[in-house]
């Protein structure tokens, strides 16, 4: 750039030239070090959009996972949860694999793919399953929010423009039981239309989701047939979009022990989800229905 500067400076003859050489010259050397000193992260804005995985469906069957993500966020410093309640950054080990799993083994038995949004950045820098106010603690981490949350309306959106409504399955891990499965929806508040049309047979019994688990011998909690939930109730993400809201939408979390989540389970546990859910779509969906007026 000096070699430049010295042969612009030679074309110029009077002093008028010069001097708007020099405050071009320095203008210009301004720019150029701000441009290379700026993270690149600052730069790209479809950087959110790379941490995301996403499916278009075509079922009114919506699979999301916010805390199995490995992928740390440039510039975007880890979260400390100063005065946030039930603060958390460890990660749902493999909840993205499994759910990446389940949506694939849904598409192999129907011929048609659920949507799909999978947080791939970690948790301890963007909790998706929160408030805005304790999900993150730097602006540049907000994109990051804002993406998952506007993947998984669109999604909602989709899903009741072409089917009126549908089924929205939110997955977690957790080691308290690490054999069992706890169902969350804020005590049948998340799933209220479910309930109102199927009554509790669709939510707790041997035909819903988790009652063909209980069946193939998963441990499930509360137990079969028991409405009340009582450690894992929900979160952020089935208290927001839940049907309870007027959405159409039944949101489901679900928690999955440590050991059915353990790589040398991981295909068992999302094959025999993957049936759950279709069955499960069958009956209380009216899945052949629903997929007449893709």
């Known amino acids: 750039m000096v070699a430049w500067m010295d042969t612009m400076k ?62 740390a966020i440039p510039g975007v410093p880890v979260r400390r949860g100063v005065g946030v309640a039930q603060f958390a950054i460890e990660r749902d080990g493999n909840t993205a694999e499994i759910a990446e799993a389940v949506a694939g083994k849904i598409h192999e038995r129907l011929g048609a793919r659920p949507f799909l949004i999978v947080a791939q950045f970690e948790r301890r820098y963007v909790d998706a399953n929160r408030p805005e106010s304790g999900a993150y603690e730097s602006a540049t981490a907000k994109p990051y929010y804002d993406a998952y949350h506007q993947a998984l309306e669109s999604a909602l959106n989709e899903v009741r423009a072409r089917w009126g409504g549908g089924l929205l399955l939110d997955i977690h891990g957790q080691g308290a039981e690490r054999d069992a499965i706890f169902r969350g929806t804020d005590n049948g508040r998340s799933v209220a239309a479910l309930q109102q049309k199927h009554g509790s047979e669709a939510l707790s019994g041997r035909r819903s989701i988790l009652g063909q688990l209980a069946l193939k011998g998963y441990r499930i909690l509360p137990d079969v047939g028991d409405e009340r939930e009582r450690r894992y109730t929900g979160g952020y993400t089935t208290r927001t979009y839940g049907s309870h809201r007027g959405t159409r939408i039944n949101a489901i979390q679900l928690e999955l022990g440590t050991d059915l989540r353990a790589r040398k389970n991981l295909e068992r546990t999302a094959n025999d989800l993957a049936e759950a859910i279709v069955n499960f779509a069958r009956v209380f969906l009216a899945l052949s229905e629903a997929r007449a007026h893709r």
């Open 10 to 71: 030679s074309a110029c003859k009077d002093h008028r030239c010069e001097a708007r050489f020099r405050f071009s010259g320095r203008f210009f050397c301004f720019v150029l070090v701000a441009f290379l000193h700026a993270p690149l992260y600052a730069q790209d804005e479809s950087a959110p959009a790379r941490l995301l995985a996403i499916w278009s469906g075509m079922l009114p069957i919506i699979i999301a996972a916010p805390h199995g993500g490995r992928s």
